[in-house]
């Protein structure tokens, strides 16, 4: 029935790898001058990000009437993007800190890949809410100092605990992401022969040796950060959702919507890291470090959360009904048959059915199918947003202000020049810092441990 | 010693005749308990009766949830006791007696079911689609008869494994579990919102299946912690659980702990904040009178004592600390369900007297004889399962 031989633990590397065969391999996009491909790859990116440059550009000559953002719908892409780019930013965390807790070894291979995604992630997002507001200037109010115009933040908005979650976040995920580098950073020092290469390096790996004390002192930290990181990133999209939620707007106003954005931040940021690292195994030969067992797992939790959401639909709708209020039945019977309808049934095909297939263990080891539903799931997780966000405003309680809201060319524009950005910034990464954590990796090689029972 | 000679000398212990005798002896004192308060004053019992059928609903259904969760994670750590969640899955089993008597009373108990009042009342009318007796007692039946039939195909091919040690059984039972997902999903929400939600028609909460499974999982860890570790410490399993073990647990209880708090935080703070009458009047219930000293003694025995208690890193792994923190947060558990449904019974005051007392002991006495009646029909490790020696040798 089944050749899997459950009482054997899988190899999380496979083949048995030398140590220095695996510092050779994840090293050499350091050390190999640029090829043609990434040039194309960076000219592609570049052009978007100058799409979305001139865009803003635009926007901030002309002012936000160049967007679609009208009454009723005062909320319009910007938001779209911003829940987008944030959620994906939730897969890095979940990797790096939340299975690390777990003892998940296969981790090691994907975490700081994800974590790089995490914070190039929340810099995109970062964008949106900076010129929504209109006049970028101002932002610096946000924060809670006494000034000459007696200006204070008002506290009960959830808009400003977003301000205070997401750069907390920020802020810890970046450090989170350097501690796991120190020991890569003197590992790239000690192989280089560049002066000034070793140079940088030896400044950011702060003089570690790999001695027994550095990496005892490391693991706490390192496990300390990882405790800290795990309530930040549930934090991060609760408050996300609370920016919803806590108003009176239906379809916004439910109280299953701080796990429910939970599960599709994450959701939707395995589908973007699974896509990203399917090509990044492939281009740097990493196939044995990135196994498709790997991959598969990410599968698994691309289904996992997917149904998550799946149940939160369901009970949106159901309680909806069940409530007996008017508005909230209004709200979701427009969102099936309403002129959003194409949204909402691109957004349920996408997010709930699609992954669906991953059940099916050959699709979920088959990489052009994986890459697919990956891309899908992002569609639908965008769209998601976008149904939040465009259909209850678009239909308030007003009905003779209700109004039909269309993104414009330059609320495209700067989407376009978001993802440019992202890919950008992954495209440096990638020949700038080794993608996969050398010491982690060598770690959990075969035979790394002692393990009980000995070899 | 390497790896692959290890042998598992797991030879059965049998549980001393005093735990049976403890478990006869509670389950008797709880029965007559029940029986002189339907007596008394039925519909106060049945809502007693109620926090029982939940309670007991959560211990089975987590402990099968939590089986079908190892299977599917591939999980190894918990392979050495699953034994001990199987026994308490079946619970399940009785769990359609100890509802009769609710059943029965439920007119007294649910608004909904008076005919007069759902005729005038607007709402209530527009809900009578899904509030009515005829649906209600076939979801129920669905639900148990769901429940029991899972419980009894996943475990028989556990226990099948002990003698033949195929592998296929696993996998078998990875399949089960997988489809058991999704119907653990939908059974447990749609149960949480017939048995509980609906004692208050009127309010609604899309957050309540998954409150009510937060407790649900973390009842079931801790009954499963704090037998694994009596019985390990006495022991009964074969040698090799180790401190990395309670950790384990420990860790998963700590979790859920944060999780029931989390969501808890999140449906009052929501309908706080928008202050709408059709949503707060259900919290209002819980914060007027005596019971404001209720909705605080929550907060304390369901989230800051077992949050300080298993915060540190040697508190997870000391059996001590896991033995009372397990035990506390089953009482915290019977606290948050008698916080649910008896602001139905009684909207003037916390009620408490005998009947509350009483009835928690008729839970505990028929979980203990349960797990006592089962205990001597099977082996309390799975010593077919193939995961089961790296189970024993798991270290963190």
Same mark, same amino acid.
């Given at each position: 029935m089944s050749a899997v031989d459950y009482s054997q633990e899988l190899s999380?590397?496979?083949?048995?790898?030398?140590l220095r065969s695996i510092d050779d391999v994840i090293i050499k996009p350091l050390e190999s001058k640029p090829d043609k491909k990434f040039y194309i790859a960076l000219a592609v990116t570049v052009s978007m990000l100058g799409i979305g440059a001139i865009s803003l550009a635009l926007s901030f000559y002309y002012?936000?009437?160049?967007?679609?953002?009208n009454n009723p719908v005062g909320w319009g892409l910007p938001i779209v993007n911003f829940v987008f780019w944030v959620g994906i930013g939730h897969a890095g965390t979940l990797i790096s800190a939340i299975l690390f807790l777990f003892r998940q070894k296969w981790r090691t291979g994907i975490a700081r890949f994800a974590e790089g995604m995490t914070i190039f992630a929340v810099i995109t997002a970062l964008i949106f809410p900076a010129i929504h507001?209109?006049?970028?200037?101002?932002?610096?109010?946000?924060?809670p100092y006494p000034n000459q115009h007696s200006l204070w933040p008002n506290f009960i908005s959830p808009l400003l605990w977003d301000v205070f979650a997401v750069s907390t976040y920020f802020t810890v995920s970046l450090i989170f992401w350097y501690v796991g580098l120190i020991p890569d950073f003197a590992t790239l020092r000690d192989k280089t022969t560049n002066k000034i290469k070793k140079l940088i390096y030896s400044v950011f790996s702060?003089?570690?040796?790999?001695?027994n004390r550095h990496w005892q002192h490391y693991e706490m930290v390192y496990l300390i950060l990882a405790g800290f990181a795990t309530p930040l990133v549930l934090s991060v999209h609760t408050i996300v959702s609370y920016d919803f939620a806590v108003s009176i707007m239906p379809g916004w106003h439910?109280?299953?919507f701080p796990p429910y954005f939970v599960a599709g931040a994450v959701f939707s940021g395995f589908a973007m890291v699974q896509n990203v690292l399917i090509f990044i195994r492939k281009i740097f030969n990493f196939e044995h470090i990135i196994t498709l067992n790997t991959l598969e797992k990410m599968n698994k939790i691309i289904i996992l959360t997917g149904s998550l959401v799946g149940y939160a639909y369901a009970m949106e709708f159901f309680i909806a009904w069940y409530s007996g209020v008017q508005p909230e039945q209004f709200a979701f019977m427009n969102r099936l048959f309403g002129p959003y309808a194409w949204a909402y049934w691109i957004m349920v095909s996408c997010?709930?059915?699609?992954?669906?297939?991953?059940?099916?263990k050959k699709i979920r080891r088959h990489i052009p199918a994986m890459f697919i539903i990956g891309v899908l799931v992002n569609v639908g997780m965008w769209f998601e947003r976008f149904v939040i966000t465009v259909t209850s405003l678009s239909r308030d309680f007003l009905p003779s202000s209700w109004a039909y809201y269309k993104p414009t060319l330059t609320d495209a524009g700067i989407l376009i020049g978001s993802f440019g950005l992202f890919f950008t910034l992954l495209l440096l990464f990638t020949k700038t810092l080794?993608?996969?954590?050398i010491a982690e990796v060598k770690a959990v090689n075969d035979d790394a441990q002692p393990s009980h029972g000995g070899h | 010693m390497s790896s692959t000679s290890i042998k598992i000398d797991y030879t059965k212990k049998e549980l001393p005749d005093l735990i049976t005798k403890l478990g006869y002896g509670l389950f008797a004192l709880g029965l007559v308990i029940a029986v002189i308060a339907y007596f008394t004053d039925h519909t106060r019992a049945a809502y007693n009766n109620l926090i029982v059928l939940m309670f007991l609903t959560s211990i089975g259904l987590g402990a099968l949830f939590m089986i079908g969760i190892e299977y599917l994670m591939g999980a190894v750590w918990s392979v050495p006791f699953r034994r001990v969640m199987e026994v308490l899955a079946a619970v399940l089993i009785v769990l359609p007696i100890v509802a009769i008597p609710v059943y029965l009373n439920m007119h007294d108990m649910?608004? /909904?079911?008076h005919s007069d009042v759902v005729a005038t009342d607007k709402i209530l009318k527009s809900k009578a689609p899904y509030l009515n007796m005829e649906f209600f007692t076939i979801r129920i039946a669905v639900f148990f008869l769901l429940w029991i039939a899972f419980y009894f195909m996943i475990t028989s091919n556990s226990r099948k494994q002990d003698k033949s040690g195929d592998q296929s059984l696993t996998t078998r039972n990875i399949r089960l579990s997988a489809i058991f997902m999704p119907v653990f999903a939908i059974t447990l929400t749609f149960a949480s919102i017939d /048995?509980?939600?609906?004692?208050?028609?009127h309010w609604f909460s899309t957050m309540y299946g998954v409150y009510y499974f937060s407790g649900t999982i973390l009842a079931a860890i801790a009954a499963g912690t704090f037998i694994i570790i009596k019985m390990d410490e006495n022991g009964y399993?074969?040698?090799?659980?180790n401190k990395d073990h309670y950790y384990a647990l420990g860790a998963l209880l700590f979790a859920f702990i944060n999780f029931w708090a989390y969501i808890a935080f999140s449906q009052y703070m929501l309908y706080w904040y928008a202050n709408l009458p059709e949503e707060t009047f259900w919290f209002i219930d819980r914060w007027e009178g005596s019971w404001v000293y209720a909705s605080i003694f929550l907060m304390i025995v369901h989230f800051v004592v077992p949050y300080f208690g298993l915060l540190s890193q040697p508190s997870k792994s000391n059996p001590k600390v896991l033995k009372f923190m397990a035990l506390w947060i089953l009482f915290a558990h019977i606290v948050d369900l008698f916080w649910l449904v008896m602001p139905t019974y009684s909207k003037d005051g916390v009620p408490f007297g005998w009947m509350e007392l009483g009835f928690p002991i008729l839970a505990v006495g028929l979980v203990i004889t349960v797990f006592a009646t089962l205990y001597k029909k099977m082996?309390?490790?799975?010593?077919?399962?193939?995961?089961l020696k790296r189970g024993i040798n798991f270290r963190l």
């Open positions: 999380v590397v496979e083949g048995k790898p030398s002012g936000t009437g160049l967007w679609g953002n507001i209109g006049r970028p200037w101002l932002p610096l109010y946000l924060l702060m003089g570690w040796r790999h001695s439910t109280t299953i997010n709930v059915i699609f992954p669906q297939l991953f059940w099916f080794p993608v996969v954590s | 649910y608004h /909904w079911t /048995w509980l939600m609906s004692l208050e028609p399993f074969a040698k090799g659980i082996n309390m490790m799975p010593v077919g399962d193939p995961k």
